[in-house]
């Protein structure tokens, strides 16, 4: 039976319901970009990982994640976002169960790649489903609140989940854990979510689009984090940097003749959704950082065990919750562009603040009074970029623009934690003959903060540049502008 029919038939569901089972899953994803993060110097001593390999356990997730995430998107338009969604959930939840069977580093790695495969299907089939389930207005700018609380509040969950995993059990439960979640969402969805999808599309791939795009990310972030042990201005580097850029250049080549383009590079005409998603790209390389290295700060230099890290960035977590609640109201009177603004400011000046952390400094001093002003900002963030992110947008491009938008907050953390990591390690290896290891390696981390709320305060210069009031000035409660086409 054809999917619309199928769909049809099928009894009328409470959206409010389908938010709810495309959050649980959602959830599930963004809990795994983190949830690894308190466990990794357990994972580390248990399968032998070097400092230099010991990022690519986050980084192989995330940059898989993010190199499929625009096949996913065009493939939930084009196929069914419910059935792309359902097949992202499965990918996930058995990939998760192999990463905790893991006795190898190339195993974890190799587990953490198909993770983030299964995140690409999940994430942006269920933000299309959001958005093709709620109609622009009041309703959505509520659902994408909770949307965006689920997905920045999400990781800070993760780090008190994973602590509380690997203290009172092991690491290997913080990927156990996505087994009973993963179950309940697919069972639920499977019977509650309804089908949808783009209709007159041609029903094909753009495989020479995906290889080209994935292939150039992985060679360009894999070229950032090798600068530090080939240098920068060496052969090898540069070499890695131009085959990156090439493979980019190819992939917009196999784009603009394609007869279904992975992307329909038109898309980059709506001035909103381009803006939006370069804001996303600089919030999430400085906030993804953040976790990474105050994780490392909180255990390696204040001695605090993996539970108590964990319980470290709780207040993160009530911070942004705090933050999406005041975004809804705030976008009512001062717009989203100034909302977005706002918390992107005090995001950054949390972050300069954290970069002040010392030898012998305290979580009190030296890490909460940032994280509480950064969280509150990083609510303030999510919810009015994700608005404009998926406004003046047309139906059939839901899962493009989903796809788009996901696909810059995965690579940008990405890209800003290997940037930031060789940073870190440069100054840490510049240093290190003068003073103690600790001292050399908190100067390392001072310097990645700094880098990371200049990443934020970067984000908030291009929002005023390329996002324009009047192409978001309906979704504080005027009426919508006209979509491209």
């Known amino acids: 039976m054809p999917a619309a029919a199928s769909s049809a038939l099928r009894a009328p569901t409470n959206r409010w319901i389908v938010l709810v089972l495309v959050c649980l899953a959602q959830f599930m994803v963004v809990l795994d970009a983190t949830v690894v993060n308190v466990a990794l110097p357990s994972i580390q001593r248990d399968l032998g990982f070097s400092e230099a390999d010991l990022q690519w356990v986050i980084n192989a997730y995330t940059l898989v994640f993010g190199g499929f995430l625009l096949l996913g998107g065009r493939a939930a338009d084009l196929f069914g976002r419910r059935r792309l969604f359902l097949a992202g959930v499965a990918v996930f939840t058995v990939a998760s169960v192999l990463n905790g069977l893991a006795t190898t580093p190339e195993m974890l790695i190799g587990g953490r790649a198909l993770q983030g495969l299964g995140g690409a299907l999940v994430s942006p089939a269920a933000l299309a489903i959001v958005t093709t389930t709620f109609a622009e207005g009041s309703e959505r700018t509520k659902a994408l609140g909770i949307w965006s609380a689920i997905a920045a509040g999400g990781g800070a969950v993760g780090l008190l989940l994973g ?40 029903r094909s791939v753009d495989l020479g689009g995906a290889v080209s795009v994935t292939a150039g990310l992985v060679v360009l972030v894999y070229a950032i984090v090798k600068a530090e042990s080939f240098g920068w201005g060496s052969g090898r580097t540069l070499g890695l940097l131009a085959l990156a850029l090439a493979l980019l250049a190819a992939f917009v080549a196999v784009e603009r003749r394609s007869p279904a383009p992975l992307v329909r590079l038109g898309i980059f005409r709506t001035r909103s959704l381009t803006g939006a998603n370069v804001v996303m790209l600089l919030v999430a390389s400085g906030m993804f950082a953040s976790f990474f290295f105050v994780s490392l700060y909180v255990q390696q230099t204040l001695g605090m065990s993996p539970l108590q890290a964990g319980l470290a960035f709780l207040p ?170």
């Open 163 to 202: 602590g509380a995993l690997t203290d009172f059990l092991s690491w290997e439960w913080t990927f156990f854990i996505n087994l009973p979640i993963g179950l309940a969402a697919f069972l639920l969805s499977l019977r509650l979510v309804p089908e949808s999808r783009a209709d007159h599309e041609l």
């Open 316 to 485: 993160f977590t009530a911070g942004i919750v705090i933050g999406a609640t005041l975004a809804q109201r705030g976008i009512r009177r001062i717009g989203v562009r100034g909302v977005g603004m706002i918390g992107m400011t005090l995001a950054s000046l949390g972050l300069l603040y954290q970069s002040g952390i010392s030898v012998g400094g305290s979580y009190a001093t030296d890490i909460l009074p940032g994280t509480i002003v950064m969280s509150i900002g990083m609510g303030l963030t999510f919810v009015p970029v994700t608005l404009i992110a998926t406004t003046n947008v047309t139906e059939r491009d839901a899962g493009l623009a989903s796809g788009l938008f996901n696909t810059s907050q995965q690579v940008g953390g990405a890209l800003g934690l290997a940037i930031l990591s060789t940073l870190a390690a440069d100054r840490t290896a510049s240093v290190a003959a003068g003073t103690d290891r600790m001292a050399a390696l908190v100067e390392g981390w001072q310097l990645a903060m700094v880098g990371a709320g200049l990443l934020l305060a970067a984000a908030v210069v291009v929002m005023a540049v390329l996002v324009r009031r009047g192409d978001v000035a309906h979704l504080t409660g005027e009426e919508p502008v006209p979509v491209a086409a």
